[in-house]
């Protein structure tokens, strides 16, 4: 059972330089997110996307953007990388199950240390 | 406004002793769900446990148990006869809104077990 799988696990960048964080499931969730955790702030949304074909904003989209390929998969892209954006990025995922409330938790990846000098 | 509120940065417990995690959350949906995850210093999010706003037992999973006051808002963590394991980062979360997408943590708090 692979779960959350993310790509790469460490990453060095220069300030400017752009890449890709893949993330794949084999769950078959419809619902996958990314977070950042920085110290003393806990894990802050980014953003995420409820089922294949949509994304929404979390509380710190600037800087990033997603993209869901399919249900298996969602990205994020650093275009043009900052300092700031140094920290451990965490992909997760959930099923939606309709009818049984909000009692979905959610599946995470083992995340990936980035660093931007 | 703070979602998910964790008062505590860091706990200690002695081993084999009981310790209670704080957690208060703040939202005016009527259904949600509220979770804690464990992270060790491997890194990884593990989850623990889970309340729903509607249940009127307090969850339970082993050594873990969530005593939610919902006129309080509140959703603490207590974890019984504590081992050196627990020592972790523990975070609250909260499941609301629509399709309850969207899922907020706090801050979280450090626990250290000592011998």
């Known amino acids: 059972n692979a779960g959350v799988t993310q790509t790469p696990k460490f990453q060095v960048l220069k300030t400017g330089q752009s890449m890709t964080l893949q993330c794949a499931q084999d769950?078959?969730?419809?619902?996958m997110y990314w977070y950042r955790q920085d110290p003393g702030m806990g894990l802050r949304l980014i953003y995420y996307s409820a089922s294949e074909g949509t994304t929404d904003k979390g509380e710190v989209p600037n800087g990033y953007n997603v993209s869901r390929l399919n249900k298996r998969e969602f990205s994020l892209r650093l275009e043009s990388a900052a300092p700031s954006q140094t920290s451990v990025y965490f992909c997760?995922?959930?099923?939606?199950?309709?009818?049984?409330?909000?009692?979905?938790?959610?599946?995470f990846g083992n995340g990936t240390r980035l660093t931007v000098t | 406004a703070q979602k998910i509120t964790q008062t505590q940065p860091g706990m200690f417990v002695q081993e084999k002793e009981a310790v209670t995690l704080d957690c208060t959350y703040d939202t005016s949906d009527q259904s949600y769900g509220l979770f804690w995850y464990k992270q060790p210093s491997s890194g990884e999010m593990i989850f623990l446990i889970y309340?729903?706003?509607?249940?009127?037992q307090n969850a339970t999973e082993g050594r873990y148990s969530l005593n939610f006051q919902k006129a309080r808002k509140s959703a603490n963590l207590v974890i019984s006869a504590s081992q050196l394991g627990d020592s972790a980062m523990y975070f609250c979360a909260m499941r609301e809104g629509g399709g309850y997408q969207k899922v907020t943590f706090g801050i979280g708090t450090k626990l250290q077990v000592i011998p």
């Open positions: 997760a995922s959930s099923p939606r199950i309709k009818g049984q409330g909000p009692n979905s938790p959610l599946h």
């Open positions: 769950m078959n969730h419809n619902s």
């Open positions: 309340q729903g706003s509607y249940d009127e």
